[in-house]
C-alpha cells in the first residue's frame, strides 16, 4: 500500500452524486490502491469510466466486491435489501461494509440480516449534498467542513469503524458516532422536515391558476427561490427517506401542525406579541447555526442532505 492509502481496494456500490464525489477526493488523495465501481446501467458505469474515477469497473455487483476491503454502498436506500442478497456471498473475511444512505435504523433492518457473520458494518451518513445526481455532479469539496454520522451497531469492530471514520476526515468530513435511532429523530427535523414543507409550497404554487404561476416565477423572491432549489431534489431519495424514516417524520409533523396552528390562531387575533417572540426566538436559532459554521454558500455546495 502506497503511504496515504487507508484502504487496498474500494468497491462503490452505486456512483452518483455522493459515491462520485468521494471516489474524486480518494483518487485525488491516493486514499485506495485500487477502486472498483459497479452500477445498476451501462451508462453510468461508462459515464464513472470516463470520468476516471475507478480503476475497474463491472454491472456484476458480486464479482465487483469480492477482494474489496471496503464496500461503500451509495445507492437509494430502497435497493439495500436487495444489494446486500447479492454480494452476501462474495464478502472477503473482515470487509469492512458502510453505506451514505439519510436514513440509518432502516440499514439494520434491510441490509444487516443478509450479511455474512465474517464482515464489519459501519453505517455511515454524510450530512452534505446538492439537488443533483449522477457521477458527472460530484465534486471532491463536498464534504469539507460538513458533518458525517456514523452509527456502528453496539459491538462492532473498533478498528473497522476507526478506519471508515479515517476516511471520512480525509474526505475533509468532521465525524460523530451517533445511535442509529437517535440520527434518525434528528434528521427528520433538520433535513427531512424541510424537504416535507418544500415539496409541500412548490406543490401548492403549481397547482395555482396559469397567471398566478407566471406571477409566481417571475418574482419569486429567495423566499420561494430556495424552496423550488430544495424541491427539486431527486424523487427516488427522497421517497425512500420518507418511506424508511415515517415514524419520526410523523412525529415531527405532528408537533409542526401544532405550532402551525398557534401561529395561524396569532394572526387570526393580531396577536403581534406573540408573532414577533415567535420571530425573535427563530432568529437566534438562525445566529447559532452561523456560530456553528453550518451556513454554506448556496450553490454548488448546497445542502439536500
Ligand atoms: P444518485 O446521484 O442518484 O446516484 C445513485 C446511484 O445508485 C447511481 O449510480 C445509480 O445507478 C445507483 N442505483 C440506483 N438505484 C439502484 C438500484 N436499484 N440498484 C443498484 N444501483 C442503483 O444518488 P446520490 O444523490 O449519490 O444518493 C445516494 C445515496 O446517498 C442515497 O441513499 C441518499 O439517501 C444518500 N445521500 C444523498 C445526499 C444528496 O444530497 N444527494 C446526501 C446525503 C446522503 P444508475 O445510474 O446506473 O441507475
Redesign the pocket.
Same mark, same amino acid.
Given at each position: 500500500m502506497t503511504d496515504t492509502a487507508i484502504f487496498d481496494r474500494i468497491t462503490f +456500490?452505486? +456512483? !452518483?452524486? &455522493?459515491?462520485s464525489s468521494m471516489a474524486r477526493v480518494i483518487k485525488r488523495d491516493g486514499l485506495a490502491n485500487h477502486i472498483t465501481v459497479t *452500477?445498476? =446501467?451501462q451508462?453510468?458505469?461508462d459515464n464513472a469510466i470516463e470520468l476516471g474515477l475507478c480503476d475497474t469497473g463491472t454491472l456484476d455487483m458480486a464479482e465487483a466486491v469480492q477482494g474489496a476491503d471496503l464496500v461503500m454502498i451509495? *445507492? /437509494? %436506500?430502497?435497493?439495500f435489501a =436487495?444489494?446486500g442478497a447479492e454480494i452476501a456471498g462474495s464478502l472477503k473475511p473482515g470487509a469492512i461494509i458502510s453505506?451514505? !444512505? =439519510?436514513v440509518k435504523e432502516p440499514v439494520f433492518e434491510t441490509l444487516a440480516p443478509a450479511l455474512p457473520d465474517h464482515v464489519h458494518l459501519v453505517p455511515g451518513? /454524510?450530512?452534505?449534498?446538492?439537488?443533483?445526481? !449522477? /457521477?458527472e455532479?460530484g465534486f471532491p469539496e463536498l464534504f469539507e467542513g460538513r458533518w458525517t454520522i456514523l452509527t456502528p451497531a453496539k459491538g462492532v469492530d473498533a478498528n473497522a469503524t476507526a478506519r471508515v471514520e479515517e476516511l471520512w476526515k480525509r474526505c475533509g468530513a468532521m465525524v460523530e458516532i451517533m445511535d442509529a435511532k437517535h440520527h434518525d429523530q434528528v434528521l427528520a427535523i433538520t433535513s427531512h422536515l424541510p424537504h416535507l414543507i418544500a415539496y409541500t409550497i412548490v406543490g401548492t404554487a403549481t397547482d395555482l391558476g396559469e397567471d398566478m404561476q407566471k406571477e409566481v416565477i417571475q418574482f419569486s423572491a429567495s423566499g420561494f427561490r430556495d424552496f423550488t432549489r430544495i424541491a427539486a =431534489? @431527486?424523487p427516488? %431519495?427522497w421517497r @425512500? &427517506?420518507f418511506l424508511t424514516n415515517r415514524d419520526a417524520v410523523l412525529d415531527v409533523l405532528g408537533r409542526f401542525d401544532e405550532d402551525l396552528t398557534e401561529l395561524k390562531r396569532a394572526i387570526r387575533r393580531g396577536d403581534g406579541d406573540a408573532l414577533f417572540d415567535h420571530f425573535t426566538r427563530t432568529r437566534a436559532i438562525r445566529r447559532s447555526v452561523i456560530d456553528a459554521g453550518q451556513q454554506i454558500p448556496p450553490a454548488p455546495a448546497n445542502d439536500?442532505?
Open positions: +456500490i452505486g +456512483i !452518483g452524486l &455522493i459515491g *452500477t445498476r =446501467s451508462e453510468t458505469l451509495c *445507492t /437509494p %436506500m430502497g435497493a =436487495s444489494i453505506d451514505v !444512505g =439519510s451518513h /454524510p450530512v452534505a449534498g446538492t439537488e443533483q445526481s !449522477g /457521477p455532479s =431534489s @431527486d427516488t %431519495m @425512500d &427517506i439536500t442532505d
